[in-house]
């Protein structure tokens, strides 16, 4: 099932996409009309979505809705960098022996084809094309067995990065941080339908296929993942977990490969689907 989180008739509320129907958790006044309260609410909550679905006329046509991103502020946001055996290598760095995860600040979340900012103070800005977790339980301690139990899905990231801001700052935090630098959708496919560990995932920048690989090279997979940062915090429904990107990113090509304004970045991952973004120059505001 595709949960997504939507907006229709100025309002936002959650739901599930079955083939071209949206079921809006609204025909429901026990359930949730959030995402991470619908994914807290567990199995119950998607049975009775299931439920509303048999109904061929409940529903809300795809096209009068705008989705968004599906969980709009998760709590967490961590994702891992050099986890794919290519990547490490187009690096020149060692295979790591630990998952190196950062941080990316929450407030950098944006949804399907909503724009990517080129930041006014770099132009080095790179795309990574990224399969992410979805938590859908409160957890701690989960050894790897158990991870798939606490996993709600998967969806897209492009854990967007400008390059010398990551350099800058040993933990790589600023660099990936920036503003709508976090793009995440078009939904969660939920954990039963899908094997998150044999996933064709590509990465186009225009019409260049830039990245191609499939998740089963991950070094450290979904599972170790979950299990490593569960031993040190407590993971609640709606936190993120980017799982690394593959080779092909465009800070190691010669010459550089750098996104720019104008540019259309696509991420495609086998069994969810593709996810769009087009670049735009940072607009010339400030907040007080």
């Known amino acids: 099932m595709r949960l997504i989180t939507f907006e229709y008739r100025n309002q936002t509320r959650a739901g599930a996409l079955i083939d071209d129907r949206v079921i ?4 429901d006044p026990d359930l949730p009309q959030d995402m991470i309260g619908l994914l807290a609410a567990g199995e119950p909550a998607l049975e009775r979505l299931r439920d509303l679905a048999e109904n061929p ?3 809300i046509p795809l096209a009068e809705v705008r989705l968004l991103a599906p969980v709009p502020r998760p709590g967490k946001y961590l994702a891992v960098g050099l986890n794919y055996a290519d990547h490490v290598e187009e690096t020149g760095l060692e295979t790591p022996e630990f998952p190196t995860f950062f941080n990316k600040q929450t407030t950098c979340v944006t949804g399907p084809e909503m724009p990517v900012h080129r930041p006014r103070i770099s132009d080095k800005l790179d795309y990574e094309g990224e399969l992410a977790i979805v938590i859908g339980r409160r957890c701690r301690h989960v050894t790897p067995e158990q991870a ?3 996993i709600a899905g ?24 920036f503003d709508t630098h ?3 959708g078009p939904w969660i496919v939920t954990a039963d339908s899908l094997d998150p ?4 995932l590509k990465t186009w920048l225009n019409d260049e296929l830039r990245q191609h690989s499939n998740t089963r090279h991950l070094i450290f997979d979904c599972y170790q993942l979950v299990s490593t940062l569960s031993t040190v915090c407590t993971l609640e429904p ?23 304004a104008g540019d259309r970045v696509r ?12 670049i735009v120059e940072e607009p010339d505001t400030a907040c007080y």
């Open 154 to 177: 998967y969806t897209i990231a492009n854990d967007v990065s400008v390059r010398d801001w990551q350099i800058k700052a040993p933990t790589w935090t600023l660099g990936k941080s």
């Open 57 to 59: 006329e409940a529903g």
């Open 238 to 260: 709606g936190d993120i977990i980017a799982t690394g990107t593959s080779s092909g990113v465009g800070v190691s090509m010669k010459p550089r490969g750098y996104m720019k």
């Open 148 to 150: 798939r139990e606490v």
């Open 24 to 27: 809006d958790t609204a025909l």
């Open 197 to 200: 560990h044999n996933l064709e």
């Open 267 to 278: 991420v495609e991952i086998e069994g969810i689907g593709e996810l769009c973004n087009p």
């Open 182 to 184: 976090g793009p995440i």
